[in-house]
């Protein structure tokens, strides 16, 4: 057995999630490893402001992650750039990485949260941050008297319409169906977005039944759900409908010493201080699995 590749927990991500599992985890004393497969702090890091996250009345997603991955270090969490590819379950678990490494623990967090699903128009990456935006709980405030749009036919969609109706000047929901909105938002029905147009967000091009409509904007929230980025968990722990891994209050998964966090995670608000409560849960229960493990083997 390689003792370098032996751990006692292994956070597969590096967001908000992961490193609250790994400050909890490694300040219980056993060996911690976060792998992150791009930039630690995950899509918070790429936040450019967050005004929500307790203890911070603004601060950027950058800075609030750099300081994340500090405490982790310092609490004597590992962080290693790699992408776990392959879960090999078992009492000890096995994790392949794209660097050819295997690394082995007897407990697991899965960390890897998801992705806004995207409306695939030319400029929607350019304009995220500059009048577009996944979220409208984080960034709803910036638009404070403003005329805005919600995209997207379900719920995700009408609770973000519902949240910016007492705060921006107008609301549109854009969808391609028919339904009924809350109270002070506007519906627009049987309609289609075709192009994006400004840089920043001026508004967007509509098609209608009858016609075509440009439709004048500061922000369009696109509000068509997520998807949890967990190609690794496919087949491995239980998830509902949507790919969501169910968790027990201990964030362990139906398989035991496989714990989950963050915004991979079945739950119904994903926000930074939600994911980092859920690593805080799951570091600190992975770790007592592990320990107990430890002991178990010890006195076998
Ligand atoms: C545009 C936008 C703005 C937002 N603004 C706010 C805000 O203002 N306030 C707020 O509270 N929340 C905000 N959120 C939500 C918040 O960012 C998320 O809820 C939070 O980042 C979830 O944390 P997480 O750790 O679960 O997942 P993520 O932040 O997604 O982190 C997951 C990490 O895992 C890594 N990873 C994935 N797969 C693998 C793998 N196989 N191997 C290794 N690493 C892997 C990813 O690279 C990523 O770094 C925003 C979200 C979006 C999309």
Same mark, same amino acid.
């Given at each position: 057995?390689?003792?370098?590749?032996?751990?006692?927990?292994?956070?597969?991500?590096?967001?908000?999630?992961?490193?609250?599992?790994?400050?909890?985890?490694?300040?219980?004393?056993?060996?911690?490893?976060? *792998?992150?497969?791009?930039?630690?702090?995950g899509?918070?890091?790429?936040?450019?402001?967050?005004?929500?996250?307790?203890?911070?009345?603004?601060i950027?997603?950058?800075? *609030?992650?750099?300081?994340?991955?500090?405490?982790?270090v310092?609490?004597?969490?590992?962080?290693?750039?790699?992408?776990a590819?392959?879960?090999?379950d078992?009492?000890?678990?096995?994790?392949?990485?794209?660097?050819?490494e295997?690394?082995?623990?007897p407990?697991?967090v899965l960390?890897?949260?998801?992705?806004?699903?995207k409306?695939?128009?030319?400029g929607?990456?350019?304009l995220?941050?500059?009048?577009?935006s996944?979220?409208?709980?984080c960034d709803?405030?910036?638009?404070?008297?403003?005329?805005?749009?919600?995209?997207?036919?379900?719920?995700?969609?009408?609770?973000?319409?519902?949240y910016?109706?007492p705060i921006?000047?107008?609301?549109?929901?854009?969808?391609?169906?028919?339904?009924?909105?809350?109270?002070g938002?506007e519906?627009?029905e049987?309609?289609?977005?075709?192009?994006?147009?400004?840089?920043?967000?001026?508004?967007?091009?509509?098609?209608?039944?009858?016609?075509?409509?440009?439709?004048?904007?500061?922000g369009?929230f696109?509000?068509?759900?997520y998807?949890?980025?967990?190609?690794?968990?496919?087949?491995?722990?239980?998830?509902?409908?949507?790919?969501?891994?169910?968790c027990?209050?201990?964030?362990q998964?139906?398989?035991?010493?496989?714990?989950a966090?963050?915004?991979?995670?079945?739950?119904?608000?994903?926000?930074?201080a939600?994911?980092?409560s859920?690593?805080?849960i799951?570091?600190?229960?992975?770790?007592?699995?592990a320990?107990?493990?430890?002991?178990?083997?010890?006195?076998k």
């Amino acid at each position: 057995m390689n003792m370098e590749n032996d751990y006692d927990v292994i956070i597969a991500g590096g967001g908000p999630a992961g490193l609250a599992a790994a400050i909890y985890s490694a300040r219980s004393g056993v060996r911690t490893v976060v *792998l992150e497969s791009l930039a630690v702090g995950g899509v918070a890091a790429a936040t450019p402001v967050i005004e929500n996250y307790p203890g911070f009345e603004s601060i950027s997603g950058f800075e *609030l992650s750099q300081r994340m991955e500090a405490q982790a270090v310092f609490c004597g969490a590992e962080i290693k750039y790699a992408r776990a590819e392959k879960i090999e379950d078992g009492e000890i678990k096995r994790v392949a990485l794209s660097t050819g490494e295997v690394l082995r623990a007897p407990a697991l967090v899965l960390a890897t949260g998801s992705e806004p699903r995207k409306l695939g128009l030319g400029g929607e990456k350019e304009l995220l941050g500059a009048g577009l935006s996944y979220c409208a709980t984080c960034d709803g405030n910036f638009f404070r008297g403003k005329t805005v749009a919600v995209v997207g036919g379900g719920s995700h969609a009408a609770a973000s319409a519902e949240y910016l109706a007492p705060i921006a000047k107008k609301v549109y929901r854009i969808h391609s169906g028919k339904l009924a909105v809350a109270d002070g938002v506007e519906n627009i029905e049987n309609a289609r977005i075709q192009a994006l147009e400004g840089n920043p967000l001026t508004g967007v091009k509509l098609a209608l039944p009858n016609g075509e409509r440009t439709l004048e904007l500061n922000g369009l929230f696109v509000a068509l759900g997520y998807t949890p980025a967990s190609e690794l968990i496919k087949g491995l722990v239980a998830t509902d409908g949507n790919g969501y891994i169910i968790c027990d209050e201990k964030m362990q998964t139906n398989k035991n010493g496989i714990f989950a966090a963050g915004d991979s995670v079945k739950k119904s608000l994903r926000q930074i201080a939600t994911a980092v409560s859920d690593g805080a849960i799951a570091g600190q229960f992975a770790a007592v699995y592990a320990k107990r493990f430890k002991n178990l083997t010890a006195t076998k």
